[in-house]
Protein backbone atom coordinates (compact mmCIF):
# COMPACT_ATOMS: atom_id res chain seq x y z
CA UNK A 1 0.00 0.00 0.00
CA UNK A 2 1.65 3.30 -0.94
CA UNK A 3 1.92 5.37 2.21
CA UNK A 4 4.03 8.78 3.25
CA UNK A 5 4.76 9.04 6.38
CA UNK A 6 6.05 12.42 7.90
CA UNK A 7 7.99 13.10 11.17
CA UNK A 8 10.45 15.03 12.87
CA UNK A 9 8.09 17.66 14.14
CA UNK A 10 8.14 18.80 17.81
CA UNK A 11 8.78 21.78 20.39
CA UNK A 12 11.28 24.17 19.46
CA UNK A 13 11.92 27.68 20.36
CA UNK A 14 12.27 30.60 18.21
CA UNK A 15 15.56 30.74 16.79
CA UNK A 16 16.01 26.92 16.79
CA UNK A 17 16.17 24.55 14.14
CA UNK A 18 14.17 20.91 13.52
CA UNK A 19 14.18 18.87 10.48
CA UNK A 20 11.80 16.89 9.17
CA UNK A 21 11.81 13.68 7.17
CA UNK A 22 9.26 12.23 4.53
CA UNK A 23 9.23 8.51 4.03
CA UNK A 24 7.29 6.84 1.13
CA UNK A 25 7.02 3.23 1.18
CA UNK A 26 4.67 1.10 -1.16
CA UNK A 27 5.76 2.79 -4.02
CA UNK A 28 8.77 4.99 -5.41
CA UNK A 29 7.77 8.38 -5.42
CA UNK A 30 11.84 9.47 -6.79
CA UNK A 31 10.06 10.56 -9.88
CA UNK A 32 7.90 12.85 -8.66
CA UNK A 33 7.97 16.14 -7.68
CA UNK A 34 7.54 16.03 -3.83
CA UNK A 35 6.22 19.21 -1.45
CA UNK A 36 5.67 20.02 1.44
CA UNK A 37 2.91 22.00 2.87
CA UNK A 38 1.83 23.31 6.52
CA UNK A 39 -1.74 24.25 8.48
CA UNK A 40 -1.92 26.31 11.11
CA UNK A 41 -5.38 26.51 13.17
CA UNK A 42 -7.43 28.61 11.25
CA UNK A 43 -5.85 28.93 8.19
CA UNK A 44 -5.69 27.74 5.00
CA UNK A 45 -2.73 24.61 3.95
CA UNK A 46 -0.27 26.49 2.26
CA UNK A 47 2.80 25.84 0.24
CA UNK A 48 6.23 25.48 2.27
CA UNK A 49 8.28 24.18 -0.61
CA UNK A 50 8.97 21.68 -3.38
CA UNK A 51 11.88 20.02 -5.07
CA UNK A 52 11.97 18.37 -7.97
CA UNK A 53 12.39 14.44 -8.76
CA UNK A 54 16.11 14.54 -9.64
CA UNK A 55 16.39 17.68 -7.01
CA UNK A 56 18.08 20.09 -9.16
CA UNK A 57 15.29 22.43 -8.73
CA UNK A 58 13.35 23.84 -5.50
CA UNK A 59 10.75 26.34 -4.65
CA UNK A 60 9.88 28.10 -1.67
CA UNK A 61 7.44 30.13 -0.49
CA UNK A 62 8.72 33.11 0.50
CA UNK A 63 7.78 33.26 3.98
CA UNK A 64 10.52 30.37 4.40
CA UNK A 65 13.08 31.36 1.74
CA UNK A 66 16.76 31.24 3.36
CA UNK A 67 15.78 29.70 6.58
CA UNK A 68 13.73 25.70 5.07
CA UNK A 69 15.68 23.72 2.59
CA UNK A 70 14.79 20.98 0.86
CA UNK A 71 16.41 17.82 -0.03
CA UNK A 72 16.19 14.43 -1.35
CA UNK A 73 17.48 11.38 -0.91
CA UNK A 74 15.80 8.77 -3.84
CA UNK A 75 18.10 5.85 -2.64
CA UNK A 76 15.84 5.64 0.19
CA UNK A 77 12.70 7.26 -1.10
CA UNK A 78 12.89 10.33 1.76
CA UNK A 79 12.49 13.99 1.31
CA UNK A 80 13.89 15.94 3.95
CA UNK A 81 12.61 19.70 5.26
CA UNK A 82 15.59 21.05 7.04
CA UNK A 83 13.96 24.58 9.33
CA UNK A 84 16.72 26.83 10.94
CA UNK A 85 15.69 30.06 12.59
CA UNK A 86 12.34 29.31 13.26
CA UNK A 87 9.28 31.95 14.45
CA UNK A 88 6.19 31.37 16.37
CA UNK A 89 4.28 32.19 13.07
CA UNK A 90 5.86 28.69 11.89
CA UNK A 91 3.64 26.86 14.03
CA UNK A 92 1.82 24.59 12.17
CA UNK A 93 1.14 21.14 11.06
CA UNK A 94 3.31 20.10 7.85
CA UNK A 95 2.00 17.84 5.62
CA UNK A 96 4.26 16.18 2.74
CA UNK A 97 3.04 15.26 -0.74
CA UNK A 98 3.62 14.04 -3.84
CA UNK A 99 2.85 15.53 -6.98
CA UNK A 100 -0.66 13.23 -8.84
CA UNK A 101 -0.33 11.71 -11.75
CA UNK A 102 -0.57 12.38 -14.63
CA UNK A 103 1.34 15.56 -13.92
CA UNK A 104 -0.94 18.17 -12.95
CA UNK A 105 -1.27 22.04 -15.04
CA UNK A 106 -1.16 23.51 -11.69
CA UNK A 107 1.29 25.48 -10.04
CA UNK A 108 3.39 23.42 -7.95
CA UNK A 109 2.20 25.97 -4.88
CA UNK A 110 -1.08 24.66 -4.88
CA UNK A 111 -2.30 21.75 -3.00
CA UNK A 112 -4.38 20.86 -6.06
CA UNK A 113 -1.13 19.49 -7.34
CA UNK A 114 -0.67 16.77 -5.11
CA UNK A 115 -2.39 13.58 -5.25
CA UNK A 116 -0.80 11.39 -1.90
CA UNK A 117 -0.07 13.25 0.80
CA UNK A 118 1.07 12.08 4.51
CA UNK A 119 -0.56 12.50 7.90
CA UNK A 120 1.62 15.52 9.06
CA UNK A 121 3.72 16.39 11.85
CA UNK A 122 3.26 18.73 14.16
CA UNK A 123 5.70 21.79 14.46
CA UNK A 124 5.23 24.37 17.48
CA UNK A 125 7.85 26.96 17.92
CA UNK A 126 7.25 29.13 21.29
CA UNK A 127 8.70 32.70 21.95
Known amino acids: QEQLVASGGGLVQAGGSLRLSCAAS????????TGWFRQAPGHEREFVAA????????YYADSVKGRFTIIRDNAKNTVLLRMNSLKPEDTAIYYC????????????????????WGQGTQVTVSS
Open 97 to 116: AVERTPPPVTPLTSIDSYGY
Open 26 to 33: GRTFSTYV
Open 51 to 58: ISWSGGNT
